[in-house]
């Protein structure tokens, strides 16, 4: 069965003829799904395409919660290489939908990794809140989003000099990298998959040399 035109990972210059044709008779509506899940498919080396994707998807959508998804998939993918358009963008998504509709629904932990990374108490604070918020309502079921928040957490309690919470923090990000996935029937769905090197910090926490 071919692969549908919108889900390919060819960007080479015939294709993107190909998709940009097929993209203009398309229904308006469905132009900004095309869009986004086309970025979602492309190799890492097209990352700036696939930015230029999602920021048309953005800007043609018809419905907020095509634009909402796009929001994050920008967001996120621009938390390395520029962390103050990814935190607008977080705090845009979070604004704009703040019960995370049609997102995975870590928008506050994004933001609150992008807030640990900048120095001052008031990003601290914020970051705080913002964990306190998503763990409130556990947006997600997956291993590898608590994984996520109980990795933040133990930042937080580092920075805050917290080292008795670290401790047991870092035992509970442990516990969720080897979590089963909630669902017996996609049992590999929602796992945390850990870097060897960030587990090793964890056991150094959880039993200090």
């Not at 048309?56 to 919660?65: K, S, T, V, Y």
Request: charged share 25%.
């Amino acid at each position: 069965m071919a692969e549908e035109w919108y889900r390919t990972a060819d960007w080479s210059p015939a294709a993107q003829e190909d998709f940009e044709r097929r993209l203009a008779r398309a229904r308006s509506w469905s132009r900004s799904q095309y869009l986004k899940i086309k970025a979602l498919g492309l190799p890492p080396e097209h990352r700036a395409d696939a930015q230029r994707l999602w920021q048309r998807a953005i800007d043609c959508a018809e419905f907020e919660i095509d634009r909402w998804h796009s929001i994050e998939c920008l967001a996120a993918s621009l938390k390395e290489e520029d962390p103050a358009r990814a935190e607008a963008l977080f705090r845009q998504l979070i604004h704009e939908d703040p019960d995370l509709n049609g997102t995975s629904g870590m928008a506050h932990i994004d933001l609150a990794e992008l807030l640990l990374a900048t120095p001052g108490e008031s990003a601290l604070a914020e970051a705080r809140a913002l964990l306190n918020a998503w763990w409130a309502e556990q947006r997600s079921p997956f291993p590898a989003s608590r994984y996520r928040y109980f990795v933040c957490r133990l930042k937080l309690a580092i920075a805050s000099g917290d080292h008795l919470a670290a401790r047991d923090l870092a035992a509970q990000a442990l516990e969720a990298a080897g979590a089963q996935s909630p669902f017996a029937r996609h049992r590999n769905v929602g796992l945390a998959h850990a870097e060897a090197d960030e587990l090793q910090w964890l056991e150094g926490w959880v039993n200090p040399a």
